[in-house]
C-alpha cells in the first residue's frame, strides 16, 4: 500500500520543515567542527530526535497513521535486507517509533511547540563552537596569514609583507603578531621611530605583554638600553601566565648583560630560570663569564640534562671538567657529544684537541690541530695547541715552525713574552 497525503501541507508546515532543514544543517556543521566536544553530541542527538518526533506528528497530522507505519516498514526492510535498525531511520528505535505512531494521540502543533527547543539548542551549539573559538584566540585563526607575512620578510620582499601584516591587523585585531610584525618590517626598512610608535601606541590601547615585549626589544637593537629595562618592567606587570614572565625575565636578563649589570642579570635569568623549569643557557654562561665556574657547571649539567643534544652546554661543560685530571674521560665524552651535533664547530673541535692533549694523547690532537690552523690560519690559540701537540710527540721541527707563526700572529704583550719563552725553550 502506499501511503498518500490526505492534504497538502500547509504554510506552516512548510515553514517548520523550512526551520528543522536549517537547524539540522546547523547541528551537523557544529558537531563536525568540535566533534572532541561531548555536549555538543549530546545536544546534536536531542535535536535530531526532537525531529523526528515533530516529523512523525506532522505526517499523521495529514494521513492515516496506518498508512504511514506500513509504508515506514517497507522502506526500512527493502533498505536493510529484511533488518529492522536502519541506521537512516533515527537508529535503532524503529519499534518505538511504529508503536507511538500507532497508540500516541498526536495534535497538529506540537511541531511549533518543540521549536523554541531546537533553537535554543541550536543556539547552545553556537555558543558552544563561539566558545571553543574565543578560546583559542586569535593565534589560530591567523596562522596562515603571518606565515605569508612572514615569508615575504624572510624574503626581504618588504613591500608585500608591509601590506600583509597591515591586512593583518585589520583583519585579526585581537592577534598581536600583525602590529608586532609590521614594527619589525619597520626596523629592516631603517623606520625605527615608526616602529617603536606603533609598539607603543598598541600597547597604551590594547596593553599586552607581546606590545611591551616587542618594544623593549626594538629599543635593545638601538641600544636603548634603560628605555628597553622600562619597558620590560611594564611587561612584567601584565604577565599573567609562566610562560610570558620567562620571556620578560630572559630579555631583561640579557639587556643588563649587555648593560655590564651581570649581577642584575643573573638574578634577571634565574627568575626566568624558575618559571620555565629549566635551565637557562645564558645564566650558565653569564656564570661562567663571571668566574663563577662551579655554578655554571651545575647550569651546563642541568642544561644537557634536558637537552642531551645542546652542543653549547655539551662543549662548555667538557672545557670545564678538562680542568680537573680526574674528569677527563668524561669531558672527553662530552665533548665529543657536542661533536656529534655540531660538527662543523671550530671551537667544539678545539675543545677536543685539548682534552686530547690533556690525556697525553698526541696521536689524536694532532689530526685536530691541523685542519684548525690550515682553515683558521690568523688563530693563535689553535696554532699554540698545534704547537703543543707536536711538542708532545718530540717533533720539535714543526712545533718550532707553529710557534714561530704563532709568535707573528700574537697581539698581547703577555702572549708575546710566553710564546718567546716556549720557542726559546724548544730551540
Known sequence: MVWQPTSA??????FVRTNWRTSAALSRIIAAAFWFHPLVWWIERRMR?????????????????EAYATALSKVCLTSTGMHRTFAGMAGPNLTERLERIMTEQFTIGRGFRSLPAILALAALLILVGAGFLRAQGPTRAGDAFFQSAYDCFQRKDYGQAE??????????????????????????TQRSGDSLLLL???????????????????LVRYERYAEAVAQYEKALK???????????????????????????????????????????LQLALVLDGTG?????????KALVADDPSNSVALNNLAYRLAEREDQLDKALQYALSAQKSVPESPDIADTVGWIYLKKKMSDQAEPVFVPLTAKYPDNPLYRQHLAAALDLKGDWTPARRELRTLLDT???????ALLQELLRASQ
Open 9 to 14: 501541507p500547509t504554510n506552516s508546515n512548510l
Open 49 to 65: 530526535a526532537e525531529r523526528e518526533l515533530a516529523c512523525d506528528e506532522m505526517v499523521v497530522a495529514s494521513g492515516p497513521r
Open 410 to 416: 700574537a697581539s698581547k704583550p703577555e702572549q708575546l
Open 238 to 280: 601584565l604577565a599573567s601566565t609562566p610562560e610570558e614572565s620567562t620571556k620578560v625575565y630572559f630579555a631583561l636578563g640579557e639587556t643588563y648583560r649587555r648593560m655590564g649589570r651581570l649581577d642584575d642579570a643573573i638574578a634577571a635569568f634565574r627568575r626566568s630560570k624558575d618559571f620555565s623549569g629549566k635551565a637557562s
Open 163 to 188: 601590506a600583509l601584516f597591515r591586512r593583518m591587523m585589520a583583519e585579526y585585531p585581537l592577534d598581536s603578531r600583525g602590529t608586532v610584525g609590521l614594527a619589525e618590517v619597520y626596523d629592516a
Open 292 to 300: 663563577r665556574t662551579q655554578l655554571a657547571e651545575e647550569e651546563y
Open 200 to 218: 607603543q601606541q598598541a600597547a597604551e590601547k590594547n596593553p599586552s605583554v607581546a606590545y611591551r615585549l616587542a618594544a623593549g626589544n626594538t
